[in-house]
């Protein structure tokens, strides 16, 4: 009796045995899979999500005011490394009939700003200080404006900077959408010269959705150079509409991994229709400061 309990007893132990092993033996099979898809990926410059490669990604990046006609939303952006954060709302028109208004609202920013193209000019309103000014704005149909627009557009991103006599300087296309805070999400054309250049410090990792668009997911890594410096940022992880090029997230952490820059998008609509009344007039703005 006593020999068939423990027969039984080692039947039960070596079954466990079996089971352990078949787990351990699958749980490192899982890992090399997963260690060669990051090695794929780190190292590969074409990812076959819809066909999109780097350099594709790059130049819609740098060129957003192409691709695009309207373009609505707002975002959050938060700074750690200068305790800094705000919410920005945008409208953007383009064509001949271009208009677009942005409002910034923060612990340190409070302000409104409306440009339309038929005025040549932008009003920018500080709630904060009750203060307001009228800009004009350049002509962005003039020829020799455009040609000076297209020579830009057609540089690959390392022909953007220039070294002139000592002096550095950058390559930047004109700012046509007349936004400030939100261009660093309509038109990241700065995050691409900082981040992006060295294309074999960054690859495509896979999609996600941000604010129920489309986005191709870039992950990468800063050397320690004057943008890691800049921006108080080791690693970074993008997140980009392929076919505007807008930049609807990023995250930015420093060498110790804590989170330094984050931006994200809570709501955009592209190419949807913008009429006059979606805008707020002079008037409207002007108002809420007297």
Same mark, same amino acid.
């Given at each position: ?121 932008? =009003?920018?309103? #500080?709630?904060?200080?009750?203060? !307001? *000014?009228? @800009? $004009? ?5 003039? &020829? ?77 890594? =800063?050397?320690? #150079?004057?943008?890691?410096?800049? !921006? *108080?940022? @080791? $690693? ?5 509409? &392929? ?48």
């Amino acid at each position: 009796m006593e020999n068939k309990t423990l027969s039984k007893k080692n039947i039960v132990l070596e079954f466990i045995f079996i089971l352990s092993v078949i787990a351990f033996v699958f749980g490192t099979l899982q890992n090399i899979n997963s260690l060669k898809l990051k090695y794929k990926n780190v190292n590969a410059n074409i990812v076959n999500i819809d066909g999109i490669d780097k350099d594709y990604l790059v130049k819609k990046m740098l060129n957003t005011i192409d691709n695009f006609n309207t373009v609505e939303g707002s975002f959050e952006f938060k700074d750690n490394v200068f305790d800094s954060d705000y919410t920005s709302e945008y409208k953007v028109r383009l064509g001949d009939d271009a208009k677009s208004y942005e409002k910034a609202i923060g612990a340190y920013i409070n302000c409104e700003t409306l440009y339309e193209y038929s005025k040549k000019s932008v =009003l920018t309103v #500080d709630k904060a200080y009750k203060t !307001y *000014k009228h @800009s $004009d704005t350049a002509d962005f149909s003039s &020829p020799l404006l455009k040609e000076k627009d297209d020579i830009i557009k057609n540089k690959k991103p390392n022909e953007r900077f220039i070294n002139d006599n000592g002096i550095s300087s950058i390559y930047y296309r004109q700012n046509r959408m007349v936004i400030e805070f939100s261009r660093q999400s309509l038109d990241p054309q700065e995050m691409v010269l900082s981040f992006l250049v060295n294309s074999n410090n960054w690859h495509i990792e896979s999609s996600e959705k941000i604010a129920d668009v489309d986005c191709i997911v870039i992950r990468g890594s =800063l050397n320690d #150079d004057i943008y890691a410096y800049r !921006y *108080k940022t @080791s $690693d970074f992880t993008m997140w980009v509409n &392929p076919e505007t090029g807008f930049l609807l997230k990023f995250e930015c952490f420093d060498k110790e991994g804590n989170l330094s820059k984050k931006l994200e998008t809570t709501y955009i609509k592209i190419n949807s229709p913008l009429l006059d009344s979606d805008f707020k007039s002079y008037p409207d703005i002007l108002s809420e400061i007297k």
